[in-house]
């Protein structure tokens, strides 16, 4: 692969992983089974990503809101993130995917806590590809935590409070320390970000797609890729300063 086509190879890949509920009942089937088979999508995701050099994957797997769902559904999940754990770690592991769930873990149950925790010590040295799971995760919530961290060092004296610029707060936003995000695909048809990664979506490519996302395969990756790789990236600059420093 030349430079030039790794550049149109996105670093960092967030999907808002949409259209559960709505597969299932096309097929007269509970959530939960949509959910499930969400499950099996995520698998051909990571797959396609270690395939086409991507080296993060996001994924919005449960948000700050969706705790407002019904509490069988909640309990489902739940259940789910559970039985995956449980069977997916090892091949992750395996193929040198590092795992990492970002959020308001405190929210969980400490059994599933004690869970996430041993998937990301026994996967931290793995750098084939950042998986990071976002759970009871919102974009909000993490600009506020990102602001109190702040205001605790100037608290302590670290910082002063006009030394407080885009790159500082950043340092303490989720993810801060991984390529910045530069795709973000929402599934299922809805074109909306949902309060998911707020900040760092500053510059990123949007692509929204209508297959619900248990239809969600590596050629519908393979597709968005692509259509990135189309798009012109000038972040404030004009067309012609892009391509004279090409």
């Not at 692969?1 to 996105?10: C, E, Q, W």
């Not at 950042?130 to 060092?153: C, F, M, T």
């Not at 297959?211 to 393979?222: H, Y």
């Amino acid at each position: 692969m030349t430079g030039a086509d790794t550049a149109r190879i996105p670093r960092h890949i967030a999907i808002v992983m949409d259209g559960n509920g709505r597969w299932a009942k096309l097929r007269h089937r509970p959530r939960s089974f949509g959910h499930n088979a969400g499950r099996k999508a995520v698998r051909n995701v990571v797959e396609g990503c270690l395939r086409e050099g991507v080296k993060v994957l996001t994924l919005f797997a449960f948000s700050s809101e969706n705790w407002q769902r019904p509490q069988d559904e909640v309990g489902a999940l739940m259940e789910l993130f559970v039985r995956a754990l449980d069977k997916e770690v090892d091949e992750l592991h395996a193929n040198g995917v590092r795992i990492r769930f970002v959020g308001d873990l405190a929210s969980f149950e400490s059994s599933l806590r004690q869970r996430m925790n041993g998937a990301m010590a026994r996967t931290s040295g793995n750098d084939a590809l950042h998986l990071n799971i976002a759970v009871s995760y919102g974009g909000r919530w993490d600009i506020v935590q990102a602001a109190r961290k702040a205001a605790e060092a100037v608290a302590r004296g670290e910082i002063r409070s006009d030394e407080i610029d885009e790159a500082l707060l950043g340092h303490w936003m989720c993810l801060s320390d991984l390529p910045p995000l530069d795709l973000f695909i929402r599934t299922g048809g809805e074109c909306r970000v949902s309060n998911f990664l707020l900040w760092q979506l500053a510059y990123a490519e949007l692509h929204f797609t209508d297959t619900l996302w248990p239809d969600f395969d590596q050629a519908c990756l393979k597709g968005a890729i692509e259509d990135y790789a189309r798009r012109e990236r000038r972040f404030g600059k004009t067309g012609e300063q892009v391509a004279q420093k090409a």
